[in-house]
């Protein structure tokens, strides 16, 4: 649903999911092996592996910087889970598996409606919604999202 964006969509999109699935495969296997090399894996924490894991060594310091990133990154993931929502709503709508009013389109070619829906509908998740189930949801979703995306 994003391909609407890029340039020359039919070489660039295969190209950019097997190199983005390539790196961070490979960033995931380098973060995974260095965890376990700080600590056993019985130990590592389930709520915030690095950060733990630098405390248990006595890195205070890299525990700062690794729980900085943990909070900096989650609103990145926010956003793009925000920029990405409405363009799938329009491509699910114009094949008929959603309502019509997600393939809205506003006179600069905006998907208004359903940037807003989306946009409600994550704000409330958000705010009654305990994070730790939020969390393991969108693990759970990202893992759903790439498992699709390697099968087909």
């Known amino acids: 649903c994003m391909s609407h964006e890029a340039i020359n969509p039919q070489r660039n999109m295969p190209l950019s999911i097997v190199y ?4 961070v495969t490979l960033l995931y296997v380098a973060a995974a092996l260095a965890l376990t090399g700080m600590q056993p894996y019985t130990d590592i924490s ?6 733990s894991a630098f405390q248990s060594n006595d890195m205070n310091w890299a525990a700062q910087i690794a729980a900085f990133g943990e909070v900096f990154t989650l609103p990145i ?3 793009i889970s925000i920029m990405a929502q409405p363009r799938l709503q329009y491509a699910l ?3 008929g598996l959603l309502p019509p009013i997600f393939a809205r389109v506003d006179e600069n070619g905006n998907l208004w409606w359903g940037t807003v829906i989306a ?3 994550m704000v409330l998740i958000a705010s009654f919604v ?3 189930h939020l969390n393991d949801m969108i ?4 893992l759903i999202a790439f498992a699709m995306t390697d099968s087909s």
Request: hydrophobic share 50%; net charge negative.
């Open 20 to 23: 983005t699935l390539g790196i």
């Open 77 to 79: 993931v926010v956003l």
């Open 139 to 142: 693990c759970a979703g990202i």
């Open 46 to 51: 389930d709520v915030s592996g690095f950060p």
């Open 130 to 132: 305990p994070f730790h």
């Open 93 to 95: 709508a114009k094949d």
């Open 119 to 121: 946009g409600i509908a």
